[in-house]
């Protein structure tokens, strides 16, 4: 017998053992309820349109819901069995009966005769008015089925829509919007489409300050007995509606409190308000500028109410991350008597100051074990225009605890400095914007100081001035016309230099420069939208260096141009990052992503610099190679060796990950990472590098393995164990290893698995 019949056998053999398990678990008479069946017309020749997704549907809104079942398998039902009834409310037996399992659902508490009703109604809110269901239940081998036989009949149409005759402000202004009805002739009869064709006229309404009218003043009378299975809908507005419903009001007074707090409320009432246009400030201590909520609020004295300027107000307020409650108070003056309306806008700061500290570790194949400390100070309305001072430190160091170099570390250190303002500063004018989100203009100051022992150590200085703004809840652009970076080695180890002066693209990447030009990133993210199966990524980014402001520069008797006698950085660099998620049911993602890079160094720059480079390999990455230790193209470096940042001009890397949830916050997954770097141009100490289209695929590394999550919403641990099964470095026809793959070997182990430890999801 093979050994993937032996395994065949045993799986079969656990099913079948674990089938059994379950069922003699139950009580003399009782029976497990295995699900529901769905029969559409069976007697008929008559088949109805979708007829898969519509027995969906139905099989869906069928209760009770059988135990869960994976593989053919109930592993919930098998492990609350086997757990047995627990002696305490505590302990192993306890969770496991009572989080992990799952009590058997028993054939007793299926009700024929209200799904029966259930699914009738259903039909008929589809449009299959004369629909009948019948439901009944098989029982064997001491398992019982619920069968339901639903006839449809014909599914109606619409015949003829008809709107509100009379000449009321409601009708004109339903009327003068029928053309947007979802109420089409020839479309089907749905109940859904009814509720939403009121909320559309609803919406309407709203929009020309009918702020008190509702949906349910709405009443669609249906006439279906004009045969043809065919139906008129006569649309009017309910004789009940009260007078405020139908008629649109104004804004009057518009009264802001932006220290607003309940156990103050009368405090703050009796303090003197501070006019500024159309507002009334009660901001006793000054905490904030007039101006703000002039761009916050999309209301003035007089302006009809709008549903659109009140949550692009609300919108606006929140995504300041300002305040921790914002509330918007509509009140009728006059008790309804006339038609206008008082704001009162109440508003909670949140604190002024507030403090973060985040630790992150890795640990490495190659003996390296490293850690990463960031402390961040956040400061909220700096001068009183709710701007944001970000202020953030951070330290790392990675050290090998075996080998050659064991004890000797390599450390890095960070601040950066960021001051945030919510509106657009330009030179000439301010751009007025008018979205549900808050334009920023940032300033921004950073400096980082890398040490490699043994090496060199890298200083960076770094300032921008940009914007970024979002166009819409799925869109982002932030654009930095003005960015500048200076880059000095600070110093190098005898090694080092030798290895530089011997290698032109090694001097290039690691000299003193400066970067000044500009970068540009679009993003698109719908992940917030959790009602769409398939969910979309997409991050752009572009750099300049040295493209305006090389213009300005002569070049030197070497070709070279320089400022303050350091080399000006000249390149374009471009990266894209594309990510799908899709849910193949509740508690299966599959996610995917593809990312390219791709930089060209022209005039006085032969190659990137060290710090606008791309690297592979690390926890987010190509998780089976250590951090940065790919490539370039098929070249190797040293695994003993502790400087290990192999950058690349090139970029390409390919991600696939099935994330499955295992139980409660812990998720489990299964990955393959691919890719790799290169260099534009071949360096000749380092064979192989170069960068050729038709070679690029067989000069990818690709691994595997399996990971751990415990992902508590607000956070997210992560655990990957991951190998090699693909080597780009090694000769033509010897690069696959995955045959060479042998967990009971120590050495092996040694050599291949990588643990990586990160926070949040990789991608």
């Known amino acids: 017998m093979t050994r993937t019949t032996s395994r065949l056998c045993l799986l079969l053999g656990v099913g079948l053992l674990t089938a059994c398990s379950n069922i003699k678990y139950l009580k003399p008479g009782q029976n497990l309820y295995t699900g529901a069946e769905i029969r559409i017309n069976p007697d008929s020749s008559g088949r109805v349109k979708d007829e898969k997704s519509l027995k969906a549907e139905l099989k869906g809104k069928t ?80 398992k019982t089925k619920a069968i339901y036989t639903a006839n449809t009949g014909q599914r109606y149409t619409i015949n003829k829509v008809t709107f509100p005759p009379d000449s009321s402000p409601v009708a004109a202004i339903v009327n003068a919007n029928k053309e947007k009805s979802l109420l089409k002739p020839g479309s089907y009869y749905s109940l859904d489409v009814f509720k939403q064709e009121r909320e559309r006229i609803d919406n309407d309404l709203k929009e020309r300050g009918f702020f008190y009218f509702g949906p349910d003043y709405l009443i669609l009378k249906v006439d279906s007995t004009i045969g043809k299975h065919q139906v008129n809908v006569n649309l009017r507005v309910k004789e009940t509606t009260p007078d405020a419903g139908l008629k649109p009001y104004t804004i ?56 659109k300027n009140h949550n692009l107000s609300l919108n606006r307020l929140v995504n300041l991350n300002t305040f921790k409650f914002v509330k918007a ?149 932030v654009l930095n016309p003005i960015s500048v970076n200076f880059v000095k080695l600070i110093s190098q180890t005898d090694s080092f230099r030798l290895a530089r002066q011997n290698n032109p693209v090694l001097f290039s990447t690691y000299e003193n420069q400066f970067i000044i030009g500009s970068n540009y990133t679009y993003t698109y993210n719908n992940q917030i939208d959790q009602t769409r199966r398939n969910n979309l990524f997409f991050m752009g980014n572009v750099q300049t260096a040295g493209n305006v402001v090389g213009l300005f520069f002569k070049e030197k008797e070497d070709g070279s141009k320089r400022l303050f006698n350091t080399s000006l950085t000249q390149f374009v660099r471009f990266e894209a990052d594309l990510r799908d998620y899709l849910k193949i049911n509740r508690g299966l993602i599959w996610a995917n992503r593809l990312n390219l ?149 120590k050495g092996w182990r040694k050599e291949n698995l990588i643990l990586n430890i990160g926070i949040g999801y990789p991608f």
Not at 279 to 297: C, L
């Open 63 to 142: 209760r009770p819901k059988p135990n869960k079942k994976i593989l053919g398998l109930r592993p919930k039902l098998y492990i609350y069995n086997l757990a047995g009834e627990p002696k305490k409310k505590k302990g192993i037996r306890h969770w496991l009966r009572t989080k992990v399992g799952e009590p058997p659902v028993l054939s007793s508490e299926v009700r024929l005769k209200l799904n029966n009703d259930v699914l009738r109604s259903y039909l008929i809110s589809q449009g299959y008015l004369q629909a009948a269901v019948t439901g009944d239940t098989v029982t064997r081998k001491r």
């Open 329 to 477: 108070e509509f009140t009728p003056l006059d008790s309804f008597k006339n038609n206008q309306l008082d704001l009162s806008v109440y508003l909670t700061p949140l604190k002024r100051n507030s403090l973060s500290l985040s630790v992150t570790g890795t640990s490495k194949s190659n003996n390296f074990v490293g850690s990463e400390v960031t402390l961040t100070q956040l400061t909220r309305n700096v001068f009183r225009g709710a701007e944001q001072l970000n202020i953030s430190v951070s330290g790392g160091f990675e050290t090998q605890v075996k080998g050659t170099q064991a004890g000797v570390s390599s450390y890095s250190l960070s601040a950066e400095g960021k001051l945030s303002f919510p509106r657009f500063i330009t030179p000439f004018f301010e751009p007025r914007s008018t979205s549900a989100f808050v334009p920023k203009t940032n300033v921004s100051l950073a400096f980082q100081l890398l040490n490699r022992a043994n090496y060199f150590s890298l200083g960076s200085v770094k300032g921008e001035f940009g914007y970024n703004w979002k166009e819409s809840a799925f869109k982002e652009h």
């Open 252 to 307: 009057n007074d518009i009264r802001i409190y932006p220290n607003y707090y309940l156990n103050r409320d009368s405090i703050i009432r009796r303090t003197q308000p501070l006019e500024y246009k159309d507002f009334k400030i009660y901001d006793r201590r000054n905490t904030f500028k007039p101006r703000v909520f002039e761009r916050m609020i999309f209301f003035s004295k007089g302006d009809t109410y709008s549903r």
């Open 597 to 745: 890079g791709y930089g060209y160094a022209y005039g006085n720059s032969s190659s990137l610099p060290f710090v606008r480079q791309f690297f592979a390999g690390g926890s987010n990455d190509i998780r089976a190679f250590a951090a940065r230790s790919l490539g370039p193209g098929t070249y190797r470096v040293n695994p003993n060796a502790l400087f290990a940042d192999q950058g690349g001009d090139v970029k390409m890397m390919l991600n696939t990950e099935l994330r499955a949830k295992l139980v409660s916050i812990l998720y489990g997954a299964i990955f393959v990472d691919a890719g790799n770097v290169w260099l534009r141009r071949e360096d000749p100490l380092r064979p192989g590098s170069q960068f050729r289209l038709s070679k690029a695929l067989d000069e990818l590394a690709l691994g595997t393995g399996a990971g751990l999550r415990v992902d508590a919403s607000i956070f997210v641990i992560r655990l990957d164990l991951a190998f090699p099964i693909r080597k780009p470095y090694l000769p033509e026809g010897q690069r696959w290893v995955i045959n060479d793959v042998a967990f009971g070997d």
